[in-house]
């Protein structure tokens, strides 16, 4: 079974820096597009921030500038460093992962547990 394990949370104050990571284990041949997802409290889930195997990059609107996506293909681990943060990103992020587990499998999305983020004085 794939696991995806995210590191890096915490309690930071507005203005504050953290990186986070993503390591990917377990059953893999390769890895297609990887993604950041948050859920703010009292929220649904949303998309941060999505990467390919390329290195080509999307962002939302409301990280633009501040966020840098990147992954390490050779380690299967991706990062989100983020910069510049709000109180409005207060939220448990979550990555997300599109696994082929052998050469001929069709990739299939896969989860983390999620780390706390909290941006507060």
């Known amino acids: 079974q794939v696991q995806l394990v995210e590191s890096g949370g915490g309690l930071v104050q507005p203005g504050g820096s953290l990186r986070l990571s993503c390591a990917a284990s377990?059953?893999?041949?390769?890895?297609?597009?990887m993604g950041w997802y948050r859920q703010p409290p009292g929220k649904q889930r949303e998309l941060v921030a999505t990467?390919?195997?390329?290195?080509?990059?999307h962002y939302v609107d409301s990280v633009k500038g501040r966020f840098t996506i990147s992954r390490d293909n050779a380690k299967n681990t991706m990062y989100l460093q983020m910069n510049s943060l709000k109180p409005e990103d207060t939220a448990v992020y979550y990555c997300?992962?599109?696994?082929?587990?052998?050469?001929?499998?069709?990739?299939?999305?896969?989860w983390g547990q999620g780390t706390q983020v909290t941006v507060s004085s």
């Open positions: 997300n992962a599109n696994v082929l587990t052998t050469p001929w499998s069709i990739g299939r999305n896969y």
């Open positions: 990467i390919t195997s390329a290195g080509t990059t």
């Open positions: 377990r059953n893999i041949f390769s890895i297609n597009d």
